[in-house]
């Protein structure tokens, strides 16, 4: 089945700074990729995704870069600021499958 | 469009007691799958259900866990005989189940303390 890695397990940035994450997947079957956001105590939140036939997706502050030969995507944020401190979670399934989860990413903006 | 819903938000039994949490996905979703989280952990997938079916329980333990998503109604996790290490967060997801998509919303969660 589907392993996701996702590194860092924390990361410290000061506001303004860019944060990136890092996962990577073994199915070379899966085609779908989101990444979730996650508050203290709350659900997570979907907050950009990119399918296998885009290399790269940005909204606004956020971009997502998909390698699918090495079988890695990342996370960009731009521009942090306080309130995008959270845990955010990387995923990787194909198509309506289950969805394998990252480990997480503990992020911190320092103001 | 109502998003997910699960309830009980909060969960509180004693060793040996049963949970039942339930999800009612969005309007239009026909996809369930239920994760759970334990503390400062992770999402880990459990089962993933379609209306009536169970298309893939790789991720439930072999005993106390079953799951359902009848044909109307909501989809239920359960849990027998609860043990305290079953304390965490269950969060449902739905999807449409479009070709093509995966796209997965949460609900809240179900806080699940067992004493």
């Known amino acids: 089945g589907e392993n996701v890695e996702q590194h860092p397990s924390t990361l410290s940035v000061q506001e303004g700074d860019s944060a990136v994450i890092k996962c990577t997947y073994s199915?070379?079957?899966?085609?779908?990729f989101p990444w979730y956001k996650q508050e203290l105590g709350k659900r997570p939140q979907l907050i950009i995704d990119i399918r296998s036939n885009v290399g790269e997706k940005k909204d606004q502050r956020i971009a997502v870069t998909l390698n699918k030969t090495a079988k890695h995507f990342s996370l960009h944020i731009t521009e942090t600021q306080p309130e995008d401190s959270a845990v955010y979670f990387c995923a990787a399934c194909r198509g309506t499958d289950d969805m394998r989860f990252g480990a997480g990413t503990r992020l911190t903006v320092k103001p | 469009n109502a998003g997910v819903m699960q309830n009980p938000r909060h969960l509180v039994r004693r060793r040996g007691q049963e949970a039942r949490l339930r999800c009612s996905p969005m309007?239009?979703?026909?996809?369930v799958y239920w994760y759970r989280q334990l503390p400062e952990e992770g999402l880990k997938f459990m089962v993933y259900l379609q209306k009536e079916n169970i298309i893939d329980e790789s991720g439930m333990p072999k005993e106390r866990f079953s799951a359902e998503f009848p044909k109307e109604g909501p989809s239920i996790l359960r849990i027998q005989q609860v043990v305290r290490g079953d304390s965490a967060a269950y969060f449902c997801?739905?999807?449409?189940?479009?070709?093509?998509?995966?796209?997965?919303?949460f609900g809240p969660g179900t806080r699940l303390l067992v004493l």
């Open positions: 309007k239009g979703h026909s996809h």
């Open positions: 997801a739905s999807s449409p189940g479009d070709a093509g998509a995966g796209t997965q919303y």
């Open positions: 199915d070379s079957a899966s085609n779908y």
